[in-house]
């Protein structure tokens, strides 16, 4: 059992993405386009949800019901209204893990909101089968939707909400500048052009104009996978890159790191994302790229450090998510270390 508070949706959405069967039942539904994409790329997803369509997006849900996942609504007019922040899922290998807390799948409930939540790993099968059975009995009270009336409902609401200029809910990432962990640094490609980037040189289309069986197929052409859930995790990072990304978010870019390093880490910069996403058809490095406004710091940083104040013992992705508590002790510990 492990408390969260920190790194709630990291640890989420690590989990879905190695998950062969997902079960949730919340209060609230409006995901951004991260949580929507790996939603949509779990083979089994159960969903039980509010009938409250003020909030939950029933656009998004339709995207799932389009993935042939099982999406019914609880009808609070029936019993009591359905406010619970529940998920178990079966990995790969067989084992079961669960959250109970007080995160809906929200982007506020997972990544910037003050939220506490309980993990259970395999060794709590039990209890997780216990949540099972209530979250059976739940799904079956539950009913099928008319969405032509969920639509209503949530573009009524949408259309009377007052216009409020200058309010943004800001994103904050980690994007390497290095293709692997021993390849070419693009670093003076970033700073050159003033830019954010990521790899999959080879694609030859902007990813937005494919949907994922066309992605799936064209990264199979282009690279060597050793599965169909490796091919998904890459369509993730690309979407979250391509999609997810948005103007005035926060990037530290600086190298990876694997578990066991012990060296020193580079940081490079503190940049703003200035703009939108671009697939540089004729670029000679990577295609896929963000303008940014940069910080430069240029220089190493102690890697205890740098893994005490993002909370990652292994940095070996392209990008990562974190939140605005991580990205504020990142900022310390470069201040600190000047």
């Not at 309980?118 to 799904?139: A, G, P, Q």
């Not at 640094?185 to 999959?200: D, M, R, T």
């Amino acid at each position: 059992m492990e408390f969260l508070s920190d790194n709630i949706g990291d640890k989420l959405l690590e989990s879905l993405r190695k998950s062969t069967e997902v079960f949730a039942a919340v209060a609230y539904f409006s995901p951004d386009q991260e949580i929507l994409e790996t939603l949509k790329s779990i083979p089994k997803l159960r969903l039980t949800i509010s009938d409250d369509f003020i909030i939950n997006n029933p656009y998004h849900l339709l995207e799932l019901a389009l993935k042939k996942h099982e999406i019914k609504v609880f009808n609070s007019g029936n019993i009591a209204k359905l406010h619970s922040k529940v998920f178990i899922g079966k990995l790969q290998n067989g084992k079961w893990w669960g959250m109970i807390g007080s995160a809906n799948l929200t982007y506020g409930g997972l990544f910037s909101n003050k939220e506490a939540c309980i993990w259970l790993n395999e060794s709590y099968s039990d209890t997780i089968k216990r949540i099972k059975s209530w979250m059976d009995n739940l799904h079956e009270h539950a009913e099928n939707q008319d969405w032509s009336l969920a639509k209503s409902i949530y573009d009524q609401h949408k259309s009377i909400l007052p216009k409020i200029k200058g309010i943004k809910h800001h994103k904050f990432w980690v994007i390497k500048c290095r293709s692997g962990s021993k390849g070419v640094n693009y670093w003076q490609k970033f700073l050159s052009e003033k830019v954010v980037a990521i790899g999959w040189h080879d694609i030859k289309t902007n990813p937005n104009h494919l949907n994922e069986t066309e992605l799936i197929k064209e990264l199979k052409h282009h690279y060597r996978y050793n599965s169909t859930k490796a091919v998904k995790q890459d369509i993730a990072t690309i979407r979250q890159f391509s999609q997810g990304i948005q103007k005035g978010d926060k990037v530290i870019i600086c190298n990876g790191y694997p578990a066991k390093s012990t060296a020193n880490v580079y940081v490079y910069a503190l940049a703003e994302i200035d703009g939108t996403f671009t697939y540089d058809e004729v670029s000679t490095w990577w295609k896929m790229k963000i303008p940014v406004k940069m910080h430069l710091i240029e220089r190493y940083i102690p890697k205890h450090l740098i893994v005490n104040a993002i909370n990652k013992e292994s940095l070996m992705k392209t990008m990562h998510h974190i939140d605005s508590a991580t990205y504020d002790r990142f900022r310390e510990v470069i201040n600190n270390e000047n």
